[in-house]
């Protein structure tokens, strides 16, 4: 027996000697038998391991024929590495080898179906195309930076085929359709605006499906683009309304046209919507006119429609009357749609709403002197509930408005005084403690005046005295200020 075997019976005792026999039955201690086990690595297999990742991959391809994708991988390699090395990333693709391997797949035998095929290889192309889309995207948190640069390269070779994509148009469709959603994710509406218009160009007169997993719950991918392109299109409106009215209201035609386009009846909340931003516009533009005939058109549809999805139609449809009606001086009408519009809110809890709401009926009872107590209220609640909100630039403006209320209630007196102080001492003396100290001089302004008559340099004993502590009353809201009475319905 040779030394060698010997070995093996001395290491076979040991081990028999601490393990049961079955478990020592699966060990083996044959070097040949062991190396004749091991599966030998493929050269791609062997190239891969030992690196680096990136120049392997790009020499495989290169090998295969691809002539786009070596490019497209270096590119991809060098902005991952620029990212890592300034800490804008964490997570890298290249430490997630099985989903890296599987992307420069479909990606390889994309481009290898159109070089080999020509036309007839678009459909594959576009379809492994989107098949590689929807493997990142649960990916799209932790892998942005590789999702965003797949994307655009798929995209810009979309823009390629432009005229030959009959067979493929479905696949391109979706890819559009995916590369919006990721636009409008990131913030970059405009350009979401125009994939979106390129997605209804190709699915139109098209049943495909948006879901084809859920088969007949899936919604048409026709009626899903035209609805959020028309959202889109009324978001972006809001925007760029200050600045560019006209081109808003434009918008909210073109969103308009859209919903029709689809079933006016089927998406009578969007259609609906449509028209009362178009009105918002239009108000913003100073066409209040065009404004009010644009509600009237949807006045029958808005109030005989009851369902939870309508009441904050309902509240912006009474919001946007009363606002019509203000700038048309009608002060009865334009209270009565806000107190509509503002027991809806406070019904169904829109919040915003109400705080919007009770600023426009401030500024309606400040009108009248006799209703500021009011006009206070509604400047107070509406601050509060935009402290509750965080709304820092609403709160802002509430402020405002009550600083605004406030300064035209003392004005007359202030202006009375202004006029007295060049031949009375003390009523100069007022004035200069106001401006120095903040003292107010309106609430005894009576009294002030009596003194003064009897004495003309009274004020002067009072020189040394410490400010008086005001505290602002505001009147209280009477119960059935806010009802909504008989006449208003």
Known sequence: MSRRQQEILRIERQVRAKLPYRTFREINFDRDQIKASIVPLSFVEARRKRGPIYEALQDELRHEGCLMMPEFLRCLAEKEQALFESISIRARI???????????????????????????????????????????????????????????????????????????????????????????????????????????????????????????????????????????LLIHGRQIVRQQPEEAVDMARKATVLIAEIGRQKNLDIFCDTFLERAFFLMEGGKYHAAQQCLEQIRAQIVACTEYKFVKLNIKFYLYLGQCAESFDNIDKAISSFKRALRLSRLYEHKDHEAEILLNLGKLFARDTQKTGIAKKCYNQAKNIYIDFNDTHSKKTA???????????????????????????????????????????????GDEIIKQESNNIYCLLEEEKDDPVTVPVYLDLDGNTFKVEEGDI
């Open 94 to 232: 290249i430490d997630d080898r099985p989903l890296l391997y599987e992307v420069i797949e479909k990606l390889k035998q994309a481009e290898l179906a159109v070089i080999k095929r020509k036309v007839k290889g678009l459909k594959e192309c576009f379809t492994l195309f989107y098949e590689t889309l929807l493997l990142l995207e649960p990916y799209r948190k932790k892998y942005e930076y590789a999702l965003n640069a797949v994307m655009e390269h798929i995209v810009s070779l979309c823009h390629n085929v432009e005229g030959q994509e009959r067979d493929a148009a479905e696949m391109i469709a979706r890819i559009y359709h995916t590369y919006a959603n990721f636009l409008e994710r990131t913030g970059q509406r405009v350009n979401a605006i125009t994939y979106l218009k390129a997605t209804l160009d190709l699915v139109r007169g098209h049943m495909w499906l948006a879901e084809p997993d859920k088969g007949s719950a899936s919604p048409i991918l026709h009626a899903l683009v035209a609805q959020q392109l028309a959202r889109q």
């Open 399 to 445: 402020v405002f408005l009550m600083g605004k209320l406030l300064a035209d209630e003392i004005t007359p007196l202030y202006m009375a005084m202004l006029k007295a102080s060049s031949s009375q001492y003390c009523a100069f003396y007022n004035l200069r403690q106001w401006k120095n100290r903040c003292r107010p001089f309106w609430h005894k302004l």
